[in-house]
Nanobody, 120 residues
Framework: QVQLMESGGGSVQAGGSLTLSCTAS???????IGWFRQVPGKEREGVAA??????TTGYGDSVKGRFTISRDKNTVYLQMNSLKSEDSAMYYC????????????????WGQGTQVTVSS
């Protein structure tokens, strides 16, 4: 069983930065840890992910060059720079043994989410 806890959300002005953290407990070896975001009425969108073996990362097109995912032991970070109003969403981290990091249904475990609000 894996438990995930997100933190670091909040309100920031456009152009600002935030760092989200996802702390995992339980067995995550050979897993992918992904960040997703969702706004009401829309599907959950893959933001970024990192594979625990090898460290390969993936990014959604809308965040490439602005967001950076990293991992330190059992915590995965999402550094978000140059934030835009369209980045406002509930951000979730997820863990699972996945073949496509951006597909939410491939993940087995989810955190409760942390809200990010970017004001213009």
């Amino acid at each position: 069983q894996v438990q995930l806890m997100e933190s670091g959300g909040g309100s920031v002005q456009a152009g600002g930065s935030l760092t989200l953290s996802c702390t995992a407990s339980g067995y995550t070896y050979r897993s992918c840890i992904g960040w997703f975001r969702q706004v009401p009425g829309k599907e959950r969108e893959g933001v970024a992910a990192i594979y625990t073996v090898g460290g390969t990362t993936g990014y959604g097109d809308s965040v490439k060059g602005r967001f950076t995912i990293s991992r330190d032991k059992n915590t995965v970070y999402l550094q978000m720079n140059s934030l835009k109003s369209e980045d406002s969403a509930m951000y979730y981290c997820a863990a699972g043994v996945v073949s496509r990091w951006s597909t939410p249904k491939e993940y087995n475990y989810w955190g409760q989410g942390t809200q990010v609000t970017v004001s213009s």
